[in-house]
């Protein structure tokens, strides 16, 4: 609480609070919208305006200007309290609150002006744009997320262009937004010559023939060239190891023209290093320029052979299609029978959405998420889908910030706990806007973004750059074909090396003999990469595109950009499943691999003691999961011992930790330990799989990781317990629970006392069996 905003609020609600049209405010000394609202209406009951509104608009601002430049002569007591009330709420001090224009309320404005990128007002003088601003809650100081780079762009625009009749003052916090988005809009519109008449502050007709006239090249000046590396800081250019681009200027160099590159690729246009139309267009607007040339689409409209055929021809590689009705729908847009077939025959490959609806907050709720996630799951193993497969759910409308954070994020947490509990087959994608994609991205294991781009208007597609993992952007809706070959699409940029896509179904297995053979394979590869560990590099490669979404680098860190650079330049992709030789049992090599490179690259593995990410990475993270199983069923299965009994490491349904993840685990932990004494991993694959290693794959993962029954259930507790002992970890364990289990809140303590003793002696029992089973099948 701040005691001078109280103060504030104190006077408005005793001066105003009988007059009618003015809103009392809270008096809790906390700043907001409602207390600058407040003022804003007090202004207006001051300056005569009739009614009151919580809008600075015209009227007000033409009242304002009407007294702007004699402050001694026209500003009442009132009026001056007002201006300090919002300087108070700005962070601003004004000296006392007493009504008079003093030097100190003199120097907050000044100060203001400054952050605003303003030069000092002359005395007497409050200009009008300033206080309109003044009674927002804009910041014009650089908040806790904002950038230095930003800011000065932000300041520029100010110092430039205030004086327009059409633009008014941004803030200046270092954090692109709207707003500032329409404020280059208008920036453009300046420098080519329109008047405030025609500056519109939209990204229109004329102002795209403009920019066709002002493409930005090596050496060019000006102030077009400091709107295009704005526009350049304000989508995050990053260029692999290297910091974001922060070179706003007023010409164009080298350093700009790497970084330009570096976006282009990322943004899947030509690598020019120039600034012609199509990059313009990429850096101003969700769809770039939609005329583009793109190789993927999508279309609710089952597609024919004479419709694949004709798509095929016009360029297109890839096709997203839905793998299911709305129940009770009219529509059918569902894959038909045979059609996939057809479609692979024609050269393109497909990728899945799922949408049963999507267009309203109210529908996303996490109970939602998981059971459209369940049925996705259902849908995609009778269409034949492949493990690994991502399937796009669908947000299909403009959510608000309030939105994702309340509804849209649980709803994501349901689906990659349906996903998970059906057996991790399948990974989640998400279809959205960019702000919708950017913040499910990071808050859930989400893999893929696809961007509804072509909704320009979106709030959510202005003021965010593109998501770091798009796939897909929605960019133009078409007509492709004639006669019966015709059909509309949405055309889709694609970006290289990103969701591959499915151009098969129920693909054979692969052999252990295949598997070592294609690890030997990218062994060699690897060895390419100087000053990186080659096991490493092929453990990462065989992890990519199932376990490399934020949230999973963020535990063991990110693949090497040079060698995801080489091995997708090759256009290889890693085989997904092995039938394990001695259970019979389809094994996820990338969940394997990634277990291993957890274990591999960790430096604590060693210490019996403590839990660390190389066991989220593993046994500790599909426990975790598997908790929020139970928590989830805990009303059907109220004993956790009774639920390990039941499902820990069996093949049964929806379970995400079947027989098959254990057996994963232990190979994974084995086998790292012995590669970081310096074997290679083919050798150690040759060992496990056809030299027998298999046969003690228990007792050695017990023996090396627990040592005995007592660590086990430390362990065990230290993996479900917050205890502080890494950020990341807690973060983790607070995902995966919430993932699977759905319930906000869930902290193992909240549990009844013994609960969670009792499934944690059923995690060691069951473990235990295991190895009592394997001792009795294989004693020597």
Request: with cysteine; proline share 5%.
């Amino acid at each position: 609480m701040d005691s001078r905003v109280l103060d504030v609020q104190v006077w408005l609600n005793r001066e105003y609070g009988s007059v009618t049209g003015f809103n009392r405010v809270t008096e809790d000394g906390i700043t907001g919208w409602a207390t600058m609202r407040a003022l804003t209406r007090a202004l207006q009951y001051e300056l005569g305006i009739s009614p009151l509104s919580d809008t600075f608009g015209p009227t007000t601002l033409a009242r304002v200007t009407g007294i702007s430049g004699d402050i001694e002569g026209s500003w009442t007591t009132n009026r001056i309290k007002i201006v300090q009330g919002g300087f108070y709420c700005k962070g601003y001090d004004p000296g006392a609150f007493d009504g008079k224009w003093g030097t100190e309320t003199k120097r907050a404005l000044d100060r203001m002006m400054y952050d605003a990128g303003l030069p000092a007002a002359p005395d007497n003088t409050f200009p009008p744009k300033v206080l309109k601003a003044l009674l927002t809650m804009d910041a014009f100081v650089k908040v806790a997320l904002g950038t230095e780079a930003i800011r000065r762009v932000q300041q520029w625009l100010n110092g430039r262009y205030s004086y327009r009749q059409n633009f008014f003052l941004v803030p200046c916090e270092g954090v692109f937004s709207r707003d500032v988005q329409k404020a280059l809009y208008l920036a453009i519109q300046y420098e080519v010559g329109l008047s405030d008449a025609q500056a519109t502050g939209t990204f229109g007709p004329t102002t795209k023939n403009e920019l066709r006239k002002r493409p930005i090249a090596s050496g060019s000046t000006g102030p077009m060239v400091s709107i295009f590396t704005a526009a350049m800081v304000f989508n995050r250019i990053k260029q692999p190891g290297f910091p974001y681009f922060e070179g706003f200027t007023d010409r164009f160099a080298e350093e700009a023209v790497i970084a330009l590159r570096a976006f282009q690729k990322f943004s899947a246009l030509p690598e020019t290093g120039q600034g012609d139309f199509a990059t313009w267009c990429q850096l101003l607007v969700s769809t770039g320029d939609p005329d583009r040339p793109a190789i993927a689409a999508d279309t609710a409209n089952p597609l024919t052979p004479a419709r694949a055929a004709a798509l095929s021809s016009a360029g297109y590689r890839y096709v997203g299609r839905y793998l299911d009705n709305v129940p009770g729908g009219t529509l059918n847009k569902k894959i038909q029978p045979g059609e996939l077939k057809m479609i692979f025959e024609n050269g393109l490959k497909v990728f899945p959405i799922q949408q049963y609806y999507g267009g309203e907050v109210s529908y996303f709720t996490y109970n939602q998420g998981y059971r459209d996630a369940v049925a996705a799951h259902q849908a995609a193993v009778g269409h034949g889908f492949d493990p690994g497969t991502t399937i796009y759910f669908a947000v299909d409308y403009d959510a608000t910030q309030a939105d994702i954070d309340d509804a849209i994020v649980p709803y994501f947490k349901g689906v990659v706990g349906g996903l998970t509990v059906s057996g991790k087959r399948y990974r989640a994608g998400v279809y959205g806007s960019r702000n919708v994609c950017i913040d499910v991205s990071r808050r859930t294991d989400v893999r893929w973004s696809f961007v509804s781009g072509m909704s320009t208007g979106f709030s959510g597609n202005m003021g965010y750059p593109l998501p770091e993992n798009w796939s897909f952007n929605q960019i133009q809706t078409l007509t492709v074909g004639s006669g019966t070959g015709a059909v509309e699409i949405d055309k889709d940029a694609y970006r290289l090396g990103s969701d591959p896509g499915v151009n098969k179904l129920n693909s054979d297995y692969t052999t252990v003999d295949g598997f070592i053979q294609h690890v030997d394979d990218i062994y060699n590869l690897a060895r390419q990469i100087g000053g990186y560990n080659p096991n490493l590099l092929v453990l990462q490669f065989l992890r990519w595109g199932a376990y490399d979404s934020f949230q999973f680098n963020n535990l063991i860190g990110s693949i090497v950009w040079p060698w995801q650079e080489l091995f997708t330049s090759r256009n290889l992709t890693p085989l997904r499943t092995l039938r394990e030789p001695n259970t019979g049992i389809d094994y996820s090599i990338a969940h394997w691999a990634y277990s291993c490179e957890g274990v591999l690259a960790g430096g604590t593995v060693e210490d019996p003691k403590g839990f660390n990410a190389s066991d989220v990475a593993g046994w500790g993270g599909d426990l975790i999961t598997f908790y929020g199983d139970w928590r989830r069923e805990s009303n059907r299965v109220p004993s956790g011992l009774a639920f390990c009994q039941e499902k820990l490491a069996r093949q049964t349904d929806f379970n995400s930790f079947k027989l098959r993840d254990m057996l994963e685990d232990a190979d994974a932990y084995n086998v790292a330990m012995n590669l970081r004494g310096g074997a290679k991993i083919t050798d150690e694959l040759d060992k496990l799989f056809r030299l027998g290693g298999y046969k003690r794959r228990f007792r050695s993962f017990v023996n090396g990781r627990f040592q005995n029954t007592e660590n086990v259930k430390k362990l065990a507790m230290l993996a479900l317990m917050p205890g502080g002992q890494n950020p990341i970890i807690d973060a983790g364990r607070v995902g995966l629970i919430e993932g699977t289990g759905g319930i906000p809140t869930i902290l193992p303590q909240m549990l009844p006392a013994g609960r969670l003793d009792e499934f944690i002696l059923g995690f060691s029992n069951r473990l235990q069996e295991l190895v009592d089973e394997e001792t009795r099948a294989f004693p020597s």
